[in-house]
């Protein structure tokens, strides 16, 4: 049991690691100490990030592991494409799993780009969240999707109630954990390329490689971390206040805040070192 537990804790190190998370970070979120987390890392090949951060930061470093090739083709398997959308727009827009789950097209305004959040768990989550050009996509996806089963009714929740196979747009999904889990796990064949649940064998009869070694590129990251990463990412780029990034997140929880006002911190001090720095002529 205990090595299920460390297996499941490595994965989700793996994972952050991948999104470009600090040693710190990563120990913060999964009380995983950092010498045995950059451990982890070495031995999977990951560049572990400097306390200071990279040289040069990567752009959307969540964003290189959410568009990875090999997640984009496990996103078209049918099944998985809803979690696909829903983590696409969650990191994107910041919005949470219950909030997803209990959006309307009518809550989207297609011309003025934004998205209007009236349900949410607190009073504090009722806001507008402009959309960027991915989170544009991701709702175009799932609009798609959607007309393919019939009409779309402004009423109707962008993540409908799937059960049984029985599609019901009036209601919202219950949850995607199967979706996601799915997802997460996906693994695609080195030999035939066959996209397919974990597996020590590749379940291609005709190929059979070994398997066993493959994980997904998104292996052990919970849905709740793509909301605090697109959280994390707007602190660390000075560019949106206090004020802002409430307007836009909601409720945050003040652990978090203290979290994310340290972040904002320490962009600040980096930002000012340019003053300390001689002057050229
Ligand atoms: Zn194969």
Same mark, same amino acid.
């Given at each position: 049991m205990a090595n299920v537990l460390n297996e499941e804790k490595k994965q989700q190190v793996l994972a952050l690691g991948r999104l470009g998370w600090s040693l710190r970070h990563i120990q913060q979120t999964t009380r995983i100490r950092r010498e045995t987390a950059s451990a982890y890392l070495k031995a999977a090949g990951i560049a572990v990030r400097p306390p200071s951060g990279w040289g040069r930061r990567a752009p959307k470093p969540a964003n290189e592991v959410i568009t990875d090739p090999e997640v984009n083709r496990a996103a078209r398997h049918p099944e998985w494409q809803l979690a696909y959308c829903a983590a696409r727009l969650a990191l994107t827009t910041t919005m949470r799993a219950c909030e997803l789950r209990h959006?309307?097209?009518?809550?989207?305004n297609w011309e003025s780009e934004l998205i209007i959040i009236n349900?949410?768990? !607190? &009073?504090?989550?009722e806001r507008v969240i402009p959309l960027v050009p991915d989170a544009i996509a991701a709702l175009r996806d799932m609009q798609k999707r959607a007309t393919e089963f019939g009409t779309l009714l402004a009423?109707?929740?962008?993540f409908g109630s799937c059960e049984h196979g029985n599609y019901d747009p009036t209601r919202p999904m219950r949850s995607w954990r199967t979706a996601w889990r799915n997802l997460t796990t996906a693994i695609s064949c080195s030999s035939c390329g066959l996209l397919q649940r974990? !597996?020590?064998?590749?379940?291609?009869t005709k190929c059979i490689a070994d398997t066993k070694e493959l994980i997904s590129p998104?292996?052990?990251?919970?849905?709740h971390d793509l909301r605090h990463h697109a959280i994390t990412e707007l602190a660390e780029s000075? &560019?949106?206040s206090e004020q802002t990034i409430m307007a836009l997140a909601g409720h945050v929880s003040p652990r978090m805040l203290r979290h994310y006002s340290h972040v904002r911190q320490e962009a600040k001090r980096k930002a000012i070192q340019v003053l300390s720095a001689p002057v050229r002529a």
């Amino acid at each position: 049991m205990a090595n299920v537990l460390n297996e499941e804790k490595k994965q989700q190190v793996l994972a952050l690691g991948r999104l470009g998370w600090s040693l710190r970070h990563i120990q913060q979120t999964t009380r995983i100490r950092r010498e045995t987390a950059s451990a982890y890392l070495k031995a999977a090949g990951i560049a572990v990030r400097p306390p200071s951060g990279w040289g040069r930061r990567a752009p959307k470093p969540a964003n290189e592991v959410i568009t990875d090739p090999e997640v984009n083709r496990a996103a078209r398997h049918p099944e998985w494409q809803l979690a696909y959308c829903a983590a696409r727009l969650a990191l994107t827009t910041t919005m949470r799993a219950c909030e997803l789950r209990h959006l309307r097209w009518a809550d989207i305004n297609w011309e003025s780009e934004l998205i209007i959040i009236n349900k949410s768990k !607190t &009073e504090a989550g009722e806001r507008v969240i402009p959309l960027v050009p991915d989170a544009i996509a991701a709702l175009r996806d799932m609009q798609k999707r959607a007309t393919e089963f019939g009409t779309l009714l402004a009423s109707h929740y962008v993540f409908g109630s799937c059960e049984h196979g029985n599609y019901d747009p009036t209601r919202p999904m219950r949850s995607w954990r199967t979706a996601w889990r799915n997802l997460t796990t996906a693994i695609s064949c080195s030999s035939c390329g066959l996209l397919q649940r974990p !597996t020590p064998v590749c379940r291609n009869t005709k190929c059979i490689a070994d398997t066993k070694e493959l994980i997904s590129p998104l292996a052990g990251l919970r849905f709740h971390d793509l909301r605090h990463h697109a959280i994390t990412e707007l602190a660390e780029s000075g &560019e949106a206040s206090e004020q802002t990034i409430m307007a836009l997140a909601g409720h945050v929880s003040p652990r978090m805040l203290r979290h994310y006002s340290h972040v904002r911190q320490e962009a600040k001090r980096k930002a000012i070192q340019v003053l300390s720095a001689p002057v050229r002529a």
